[in-house]
């Protein structure tokens, strides 16, 4: 039996995996996410989403040994042909969630899975298209000045205060917040990984 190893400061990604019962640990990594403009937007995510599992591997030793399956995920968010990273400043923010209001995008998650000590992995890319509505400029200042938008691709948190813009969206729900979990379950049994549970909680 294998424990996921999340390489992720995410916060949202941690609640998820909590809240669908799995047990694991985080290993905190730094990775330079630089835009591959050769790649298209479900490869973009995918690469950085492997380049997690690298520097995780790298930077935690305990990761050579058997017994873990090492997680990383990057979600980006496009419109058209343009890709929306997080937010730089208070003008970025606004400039993003002005593209978006109308209009429906992409969420897109890489994730990669990789089992420690060994050579088996999985990489591949899920997207969730989310449509606005309308949105004015004083609710798009008043929203960026509660701090939600800054560390998010496309500057919203659809978990958070930024779900009111979202009208209707076609795909996973946890996909749009960072990560897919249908999909990533779907993964496990494909390649017959058994990962640790939570133990459910006594009545």
Not at 5 to 22: D, F, T, V
Not at 157 to 167: A, D, N, W
Request: hydrophobic share 40%; proline share 4%.
């Amino acid at each position: 039996m294998l424990q996921i190893a999340l390489a992720s400061q995410s916060p949202r990604r941690r609640e998820l995996l909590e809240q669908a019962g799995y047990d694991f640990r985080v290993f905190p990594i730094k990775v330079s996410e630089i835009i591959d403009e050769n790649l298209n937007p479900a490869d973009q995510a995918a690469k950085l989403s492997k380049d997690k599992v690298e520097a995780a591997v790298h930077d935690h030793k305990q990761l050579k040994n058997h017994g873990f399956l090492i997680l990383g995920v990057d979600t980006i968010v496009v419109l058209g042909q343009r890709v929306l990273g997080k937010p730089a400043n208070f003008s970025e923010a606004q400039q993003y969630l002005r593209l978006l209001s109308g209009k429906t995008h992409s969420v897109i998650s890489g994730f990669t899975l990789c089992e420690s000590g060994s050579a088996k992995a999985w990489t591949g890319a899920e997207k969730t298209d989310v449509k606005f509505r309308p949105l004015g400029a004083e609710e798009i200042a008043d929203y960026i000045a509660t701090g939600e938008p800054k560390d998010k691709a496309g500057a919203y948190g659809i978990q958070g205060l930024g779900g009111k813009f979202v009208s209707s969206y076609t795909g996973s729900w946890s996909n749009v917040v960072g990560l897919p979990l249908e999909r990533l379950e779907s993964v496990l049994k494909q390649n017959a990984w058994i990962v640790h549970r939570q133990a459910p909680a006594k009545p």
